[in-house]
């Protein structure tokens, strides 16, 4: 059994012998839709007498909150994007549509990169800080086994991404376990202070502790010796999207590797079991699939965009918000070996924008990703550039670093090696450039590499994929 306490807000536990963060993670699949429904009626409620945003954008729709009577009927509400929220700020600064009346002070903002146009601020109040967002990433880290004797390291730099800082805050303030910041560490500093502090966890992204795992290898230290038994990941697709990322991981580190993904717009999304599985926090928002082309939603189980709705943060609901993001799919009706009865996410294709059709293919960094480092040879850095070809046929780049013990001579077959891989893949030739070890750019936070040097005309060729590896 497990006790769980309120201070000040703040979700306290006091017992750790218990497998499940929340209950809501083995609730029956018909309770959960029940769940879902009610939770949906009264956001959409809520808002439609507090947020002159969405009362203004679902009359023009032709929406009202009656017309809400199943789940499938969240499809009669227009899609949010982020433009809009964007807009809304630049007219109503700072928050603009995200600041809902009466729901402050605020004690936390999250914003996003600016990778797609000025960064969207997202504000917090306590309650749906703490006891929302930070209990969404709770489940994933609780799934991890970290628990308060752990001590843990945050390797990434603190700025309003919220995607790495929120797990953190839910290990200092949830979990109670010893957590230590090091942002302007460089890498050397970690691995020293990793030993002199009994680090046991370690919280990044997967590019920069690979990259971690290689400065060691390079100072005559084998990383899994630095007593470091679970790594969890954040801010780029992990082993839930790309497989072989956890395989790489694993064997750099020599521990057990989870990861989870969401957005700072509403939730943690889904996260990662001890089975290796993708639970989603499916009482928090509803996550549906839909065709990109068309709006609707995909068969079960089948890729597309990821649109989701939050059921529960009041401070700034995003509803049926257009994520950017493609997905696998997501299996429903399902219960794990681990007991867990949560819809399964299958993992993250990458951006919209990321994800591109070459010649009827769709190609993705996950899956380029995946084939990359599943090759023995190659280093963790890579990446890939659409452009066009002398024929004006649309040709995928990929360019990619031996590991610094592989021979300049052998480099040749390893070129022949990765595209041969790619190929059967794909099914399409890719040409694949090796580029000595150290030229590409270490990333640690939200690594890029897709370029598109095609010209900007919008055509079939370059449309969103529906479906892909
Ligand atoms: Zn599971």
Redesign the pocket.
């Known amino acids: 059994m497990f006790i769980v306490m309120y201070m000040n807000g703040i979700q306290k536990i006091t017992e750790v012998d218990c497998k499940y963060w929340s209950s809501a993670e083995t609730m029956p699949h018909r309770e959960m839709k029940k769940l879902q429904l009610a939770r949906l009626r009264e956001q959409v409620n809520y808002l439609w007498e507090n947020s002159s945003f969405y009362r203004q954008k679902w009359e023009q729709s032709g929406f009202c909150p009656a017309l809400l009577r199943t789940l499938d009927d969240i499809r009669r509400i227009p899609i949010l994007h982020k433009e809009e929220i964007r807009l809304s700020q630049e007219k109503e600064p700072p928050y603009g549509m995200m600041s809902i009346p009466g729901r402050g002070p605020f004690i936390r903002i999250g914003m996003t990169s600016g990778t797609t146009g000025e960064p969207v601020i997202i504000p917090f109040n306590e309650e749906d800080y703490f006891g929302v967002y930070c209990a969404g990433a709770a489940r994933a880290v609780w799934?991890a086994g970290i628990r308060k004797e752990d001590v843990v390291h945050a390797a990434f730099g603190f700025t309003p991404f919220l995607g790495l800082a929120a797990a953190y805050d839910c290990c200092e303030h949830l979990i109670g376990s010893l957590v230590i910041p090091g942002g302007i560490w460089n890498s050397v500093m970690r691995l020293t202070m990793i030993k002199r502090l009994g680090i046991t966890v370690l919280m990044g992204t997967p590019t920069y502790l690979l990259h971690l795992a290689k400065v060691a290898e390079e100072n005559g230290i084998n990383a899994r010796t630095l007593g470091i038994k679970t790594i969890l990941t954040a801010g780029e697709p992990g082993k839930m999207s790309i497989p072989n990322t956890g395989v790489r991981l694993e064997e750099a580190w020599g521990a057990k590797i989870f990861d989870y993904c969401g957005t700072q717009e509403t939730h943690y999304l889904a996260w990662?079991?001890?089975?290796?599985?993708g639970?989603m926090n499916e009482d928090l928002a509803y996550c549906e699939v839909l065709n990109p082309e068309t709006d609707e939603p995909v068969p079960p189980g089948e890729s597309g965009k990821l649109v989701v709705t939050d059921l529960v943060s009041k401070t700034h609901p995003c509803i049926r918000y257009e994520t950017g993001d493609l997905v696998r799919g997501i299996d429903a009706g399902t219960t794990?070996?681990?007991?867990?009865t949560?819809s399964?996410m299958k993992g993250f294709m990458g951006r919209v924008g990321d994800v591109i059709k070459v010649r009827g293919v769709c190609v993705s960094v996950a899956g380029i990703e995946n084939v990359i480092r599943g090759i023995s040879e190659c280093s963790d850095s890579y990446e890939y550039i659409a452009s066009k070809n002398e024929s004006g046929m649309d040709q995928i780049t990929v360019r990619v670093e031996p590991k610094r013990d592989v021979e300049p001579g052998l480099w040749d077959d390893m070129r022949k090696k990765v595209a041969q891989k790619l190929q059967l893949s794909f099914m399409i030739n890719m040409d694949v450039k090796i580029l000595p070890p150290g030229t590409l750019p270490v990333f640690e936070l939200k690594a890029k590499r897709f370029r598109d040097t095609r010209p900007k005309i919008e055509d079939s060729s370059g449309a969103p994929c529906v479906s892909a590896k």
């Not at 990662?272 to 599985?277: A, F, K, Q, T």
């Not at 794990?336 to 867990?340: E, H, L, Q, T, V």
């Open positions: 799934a990662l079991c001890d089975e290796g599985v639970h794990c070996a681990c007991g867990r949560l399964v």
